[in-house]
Every structure is written in C-alpha cells, then in structure tokens.
C-alpha cells in the first residue's frame, strides 16, 4: 500500500507502550495500531477488550501493521497492566476535577523523551471509543495530556488521538521527512525543495536581469529614460524575492531568447 515500505524498518529504540482500555471494536484496535507504526510505536496493550473483538479486522484495519496486533498483549485490569510502568500519560479531553498536571501533546511529547533517556517506562493511557477513561483510572496516571481543540468537537476518536501524541513523541527522533522512494531520498527537511539543481549565484542572476533590460529597451518598454532606473529596480526586487535556481534562470533567459527571435522574424517578414 501506498506510503508503506518495509525495507526501511529500523529500531529506534525504547519508545512508549500505548494502553487502549476496553475497546470494544477489532477496526478501531486496527486504527490505533496503523497510528502507532506512523510514529516508531510497536508495544500495544490492550485492557480489558470486548469479549469476542474481532482480531481479522483489527489485523485488517492496521493496513501493514498487523504484526503489532499479533502481538498486542491484553490484562484483565488497568493497574495489572501498569504495573511494571514507571510513568502514564492519561489522554483526555474532560476537565477532571481533581489535582493533577496537564500538558500538552506538545509539551508530553518532550517530557516522554526526557524520561526515556532516563532509561523510565512509560505509557499512554488511552480511553474507551464512545466515553473515553474513568476519574479512576485517570488517577492511575501521573499526568493528563489534553490537546487544544475545538470546544465544539473536543473528543478525538482512538486512533486520531494516538496519532496526536504519537507524532508528538516521535517529531525528536525523526532526521526526514515523509518516505524515501527509488528515485528520490526521503526529504531532509522543510523549505525550498531544489531537486537536481541549485540556487542561483547572482552573477546568473544578475546577467539574466541584464539581458531582460536589454531586451526591454529594444522592445520600447521604457517609455521615457527617466522612468527606466525605477522600472528597473521594481523589476528586480521581483525577481530577488523569488529565490530563482539556476536552472530557472536559464529558463528565463531562453524564453527572453525565444521572444526575441520571434519579434525579429516577424519584423523581417514584414520588412
């Protein structure tokens, strides 16, 4: 499928176990896992899921990441599951009423790397599909992790929510963006792509802004020379502001070029 190549898998070490508790359906536990491998994030545990889930469509709603269904490992309770972990992240959209710090996906996602490096286990603790966690399973977790939303329509569904916080987490750790193709390595980053060429030197563009006036004023452009130094710098600001490759002036300078010829054939032909 498309966006997904396994010839790229990497271990990125010790990340987060993502907690799921009581879901009741196989395609959103599929979902959830699909989110997970977007962001480096393989340990699924899943708390006390409807009898009878639909594993086929879990591992078919993963699309390419049934692997972390298969090994998906389920408890009877939360505080069974919890109990080798050193640090939850409970994610919900409700105020609690209860003393408890809350973050940010933001600021989760820096805080969950701080404790990893410290060599911590930790977890994000994840609700049910239609009520999300209970005030009591809220207090099992050391902070909550609330994402600014739309007060309108606050609630994420499970694997919108494990997206969040997992691209969160895993933005740190990422050197590129988006996937490596055979003809093209991944991106290194935002900003002005220049595949198979560079940016201009401003002797390139200098001598393209040269042969533009020069070809201006033939044609009559200027009306009058007083007006031509103004036009002339109006011109090239709009150019400067561009960020021209290289092959882009050369472009320039041949459709100037092509103009040119054209203009001097049809004068002759008329001549």
């Known amino acids: 499928m498309a966006g997904t190549d396994k010839t790229q898998m990497r271990d990125f070490g010790p990340a987060p176990a993502v907690v799921l508790v009581n879901p009741q359906l196989g395609e959103n536990i599929g979902m959830a896992a699909r989110a997970m491998a977007n962001f480096g994030l393989f340990d699924l545990c899943l708390v006390e899921p409807r009898e009878g889930w639909d594993r086929e469509k879990a591992e078919k709603a993963a699309s390419g990441a049934h692997e972390t269904v298969e090994k998906a490992q389920v408890f009877a309770s939360l505080p069974e599951c919890l109990r080798n972990v050193n640090f939850v992240y409970a994610a919900t959209a409700r105020p609690r009423g209860m003393t408890k710090e809350v973050m940010t996906p933001e600021?989760?996602?820096?805080?969950?790397?701080?404790?990893?490096?410290?060599?911590e286990k930790i977890a994000m603790l994840f609700g049910r599909e239609r009520w999300g966690l209970t005030n009591d399973e809220v207090s099992l977790a050391d902070v909550i992790v609330t994402a600014p939303v739309n007060p309108a329509y606050a609630s994420l569904n499970i694997a919108q929510a494990v997206l969040l916080l997992g691209y969160e987490w895993f933005k740190h750790e990422a050197t590129t963006l988006?996937?490596?193709?055979?003809?093209?390595?991944?991106?290194?980053?935002?900003?002005?792509?220049?595949?198979?060429?560079?940016?201009?030197?401003?002797e390139e563009l200098y001598g393209f802004l040269g042969h533009l006036e020069e070809e201006l004023h033939t044609a009559g452009f200027f009306k009058t020379a007083e007006k031509r130094p103004g036009m002339m710098i109006n011109i090239r600001n709009i150019f400067s502001r561009t960020a021209l490759t290289a092959q882009e002036v050369s472009t320039l300078r041949g459709i100037i070029s092509s103009l040119t010829r054209m203009h001097i054939r049809r004068k002759e032909g008329n001549g």
């Open 107 to 119: 600021q989760a996602g820096l805080d969950m790397r701080a404790r990893i490096k410290r060599g």
């Open 178 to 202: 988006g996937q490596a193709t055979p003809e093209l390595p991944a991106l290194e980053g935002p900003g002005l792509q220049m595949p198979d060429t560079r940016p201009a030197t401003k």
